[in-house]
T-cell receptor, first 116, second 112 residues
């Protein structure tokens, strides 16, 4: 079984430029998460999708960040324009949620973003 | 708001010794507590989890304990090996589709 796939693995851009990250979750997983992980810190949730619906985007900086999950499968996370402080690893995770299931999340390898 | 505190931030042990990492959570409704291991440059991977209806769970050299009253849970690694060296994250969430809050992580060094 393939795990969570993310691309690109690394991205270096100059500030004020746009950038996009792509995630393909594990097949059948209806819940998808985007996290930001700063160096030496734990993952911080940016947005959570249940199928195609964003059910928690309270931590997403909406002035510059946007996300979509068309058809409830793949997802993209976009930053426009990027700032120096956006440098981090962006992790995608997926899980198979339900009222009686635990929240075991499977993480992708992440995209390491460097903003110069 | 919801918060998970994790201690220590760094832990160094001798190979063969035990390591203990402790976490506290603020949301008393949390009922699912996973632990993730993240090796340098790699993705976090679940190593063990515990639900609130259980006080302790063990899997070979790894065990987790939960004290719901104190809102405290701990990871215990016995007979540590150099390959246990990594960053360990605790987390707390509620089943049924709620946000998972991660601790800040503990960097474990196992010296050979």
């Amino acid at each position: 079984e393939a795990g969570v796939v993310q691309s690109p693995r690394y991205k270096i851009i100059e500030k004020k430029q746009p950038v996009a990250f792509w995630c393909n979750p594990i097949s059948g997983h209806n819940t998808l998460y985007w996290y930001r992980q700063n160096l030496g810190q734990g993952p911080e949730l940016l947005i959570r999708y249940e199928n195609e619906e964003a059910v928690d985007d309270s931590q997403l900086p909406k002035d510059r960040f946007s996300a979509e999950r068309l058809k409830g499968v793949d997802s993209t996370l976009k930053i426009q324009p990027a700032e120096l402080g956006d440098s981090a690893v962006y992790l995608c995770a997926s899980s198979s949620q339900g009222p009686h299931r635990n929240n075991e999340q499977f993480f992708g390898p992440g995209t390491r973003l460097t903003v110069l | 708001g919801e918060n998970v505190e994790q201690h220590p931030s760094t832990l160094s042990v001798q190979e063969g010794d035990s390591a203990v990492i402790k976490c506290t959570y603020s949301d008393s409704a949390s009922n699912y507590f996973p632990w993730y291991k993240q090796e340098l440059g790699k993705r976090p991977q679940l190593i063990i989890d515990i639900r609130s209806n259980v006080g302790e769970k063990k899997d070979q050299r790894i065990a987790v304990t939960l004290n719901k009253t104190a809102k405290h849970f701990s990871l215990h690694i016995t007979e540590t090996q150099p390959e246990d060296s990594a960053v360990y994250f605790c987390a707390a969430s509620k089943t049924g589709g709620f946000k998972t809050i991660f601790g800040a992580g503990t960097r474990l060094f196992v010296k050979a």
